[in-house]
């Protein structure tokens, strides 16, 4: 059935495909829409060697150190203890985001690159630049998303220097799941080797991204992971997304950060992920924090 999919969706030219009780929020969408219409060198900006700029010092999104501040005073008015919760908070998201086993390795074969749809558009810098920096431009990348995603992150990274030729839009998938199988399928069906690829994601689904891979695609057995190296802080204020309007408010990206703990245990239940050991210190940050920011229900 998979296989079925992928080939019609290579058949019909990686046509975008439409997915009832999936949609994006409105503000996710018409932000994607915006990236697509608009000139990406203005929305991601470029530094003088032609890089997006994405480093922690100067994240994307409009200023919002205000509704930072007004969050922070909230949690205060609660009786939180803001700055032993946001170490916690920090703890689980450098769980999150890194692992030294995830380093892009000179000299290795990769058969492709995959990257995740999501409204945090920033990603398409992400995979230009890390094609650029690791001298992968020979890799196909494989867009993944559907409601437009696909689409709004290969153009903006295809204005960014990504080679038209080696990217390919995979508009089917609505979640995490399906990316990871469509994404590989499409790898495997252009006739890439994938036991060796690199996955693109936001900074707190990189471990989910990675488990969910080495599950789900059999035949992989290396997951290198493309990750902004953004901190807690810059994440929280500014998200990673270009319109200022559709940046996630800071309660609910700490509330997505702390529900990744939780849904490591479900989907290894329901054979979705392989089973993730999350350490001592992680799991106490997580069990000081998550009332506080009260994790949304497990969705993948």
Request: glycine share 10%; net charge negative.
């Amino acid at each position: 059935m998979v296989a079925e999919r992928v080939k019609k969706a290579l058949s019909e030219g990686m046509s975008a495909a439409t997915r009832d009780g999936h949609e994006l929020t409105g503000a996710a969408r018409a932000g994607i829409g915006k990236l697509v219409e608009a000139e990406t060198r203005e929305a991601i900006p470029l530094d003088s060697a032609g890089r997006a700029v994405i480093a922690d010092s100067r994240v994307l999104g409009g200023r919002r150190e205000a509704a930072y501040d007004e969050w922070l005073n909230r949690l205060r008015e609660r009786g939180v203890d803001t700055d032993r919760a946001l170490t916690d908070l920090g703890t689980i998201y450098d769980f999150l985001r890194r692992d030294p086993a995830w380093e892009i390795e000179a000299g290795r074969h990769y058969g492709g690159i995959v990257v995740f749809g999501s409204p945090d558009i920033g990603g398409a810098g992400v995979v230009a630049n890390m094609v650029h920096d690791h001298g992968l431009a020979g890799v196909p990348v494989v867009f993944s998303g559907y409601q437009g995603e696909a689409e709004a992150f290969r153009v903006a990274a295809e204005r960014l220097g990504l080679a038209a030729s080696r990217s390919v839009e995979e508009p089917l998938a609505r979640n995490t799941v399906e990316n990871a199988i469509y994404g590989v399928g499409t790898l495997r069906a252009s006739g890439r080797d994938t036991s060796s690829l690199i996955a693109v994601t936001t900074p707190f689904h990189a471990r989910r991204v990675w488990a969910t891979l080495m599950k789900r695609s059999p035949e992989v057995e290396h997951v290198s992971m493309g990750v902004a190296d953004v901190s807690l802080e810059n994440y929280l204020k500014y998200g990673f997304r270009t319109e200022t309007q559709t940046v996630s408010n800071p309660d609910a990206i700490a509330a997505n950060i702390t529900g990744e703990i939780p849904r490591f245990e479900k989907y290894a239940r329901t054979g979705d992920i392989v089973e993730v050991a999350v350490p001592d210190e992680v799991r106490a940050a997580y069990d000081a924090v998550h009332e506080i920011f009260r994790p949304l229900p497990p969705k993948f």
